[in-house]
Nanobody, 123 residues
Framework: QLQLVESGGELVQPGGSLRLSCAAS????????MAWFRQAPGKEREGVSC????????NYPDSVKGRFTISRDNAKNTVYLQMNSLKPEDTAVYYC????????????????WGQGTQVTVSS
């Protein structure tokens, strides 16, 4: 049985912080890259950040650099996205995905997805 479950999304004020979690079960993440994507209303799904099986990090849009930090805890089979200095344009459903070993910024390359968690940044 395979599961990816995102959590942590909620309403937050501009400038605030949030930490998203994606917990995997049914398989080990030791050999997988893990990524966060987001999809805002009326927009296509966008890669946010990815961490490879070896721990190499790629941040896809310049807009999240310096604000978002991806990390993983293989012992807990969990990936995190720490989001600071949140802006209204960060509002989206955030999804985690996994694929073998290395990162990709194309959502079609990912094998497994969670159900998403809603992040709303508003005053």
């Amino acid at each position: 049985q395979l599961q990816l479950v995102e959590s942590g999304g909620e309403l937050v004020q501009p400038g605030g912080s949030l930490r998203l979690s994606c917990a995997a079960s049914g398989f080990s993440l030791d050999f997988y890259a893990m990524a966060w994507f987001r999809q805002a209303p009326g927009k296509e799904r966008e890669g946010v950040s990815c961490i490879s099986a070896r721990g190499a990090v790629t941040n896809y849009p310049d807009s999240v650099k310096g604000r978002f930090t991806i990390s993983r805890d293989n012992a807990k089979n969990t990936v995190y996205l720490q989001m600071n200095s949140l802006k209204p344009e960060d509002t989206a459903v955030y999804y985690c995905g996994v694929r073998y070993l290395i990162c990709s910024n194309a959502d079609i390359d990912y094998d497994y997805w969670g159900q998403g968690t809603q992040v709303t940044v508003s005053s």
